[in-house]
């Protein structure tokens, strides 16, 4: 019995944790395109900018105050990741297991969203740890926007992120 690390390219272990509170979703989009496209290198550092551009480029003006400090829906994710190139499949609920392992095992980003109804908080999963004979997932690689951290958690750990809900999932996330 061996144990398999599959981690996705070009994705840090950490970087600069998101800059307003409703942000873990422009910090994962910047994560993903360094990874997905590592010559559209994106920088999180000027999180204000790249939120006020996508805003630009989604509703043809520029952002009144307020607006950038909204949380984004399943909806506007999927239009903003098309600006981008990326897509992917938002499964809702959790997904199992095994369909995580097999998206990142494939080189394709896994985000997970906690709390729902438009409220909630958006991870990444970047890694999988499993076992070469038996395909058992011991662990995922999970990066935290809200703190920038990347750090190993079992698979029924990822059920709750500080009391609230795993609600949702989107699989297979690529360029």
């Known amino acids: 019995m061996?144990?398999?690390e599959v981690l996705l390219p070009n994705v840090p272990d950490h970087t600069v944790p998101q800059q307003e509170p409703?942000?873990?979703?422009?910090?994962c989009l910047l994560v993903m395109i360094n990874g997905l496209n590592p010559a559209q290198y994106s920088d999180p550092i000027n999180q204000r900018l790249y939120a006020e551009t996508i805003f630009r480029a989604l509703c043809n003006r520029p952002p009144?105050?307020?607006e950038l400090e909204i949380p984004a829906t399943s909806y506007v994710l999927s239009a903003i990741w098309r600006q981008f190139g990326i897509g992917g499949w938002h499964v809702g609920g959790p997904a199992t297991a095994e369909n995580l392992r097999d998206a990142i095992?494939?080189?394709n980003h896994v985000q997970l969203g906690y709390g729902g109804g438009g409220v909630g908080h958006l991870v990444l999963l970047t890694g999988v740890r499993y076992d070469d004979q038996t395909m058992a997932v011991e662990s995922f690689r999970f990066f935290d926007p809200g703190n920038g951290q990347s750090i190993?958690?079992?698979?029924?750990?990822?059920?709750?992120?500080?009391?609230?809900?795993w609600t949702d999932t989107w699989l297979n996330i690529h360029a």
Request: proline fraction near 3%; include cysteine; charge should be positive.
């Open 2 to 4: 061996a144990r398999i």
């Open 22 to 27: 409703v942000w873990c979703w422009l910090v």
């Open 64 to 66: 009144q105050p307020g």
């Open 105 to 107: 095992v494939n080189r």
């Open 152 to 165: 190993w958690k079992t698979y029924a750990e990822l059920s709750l992120l500080n009391g609230v809900s």
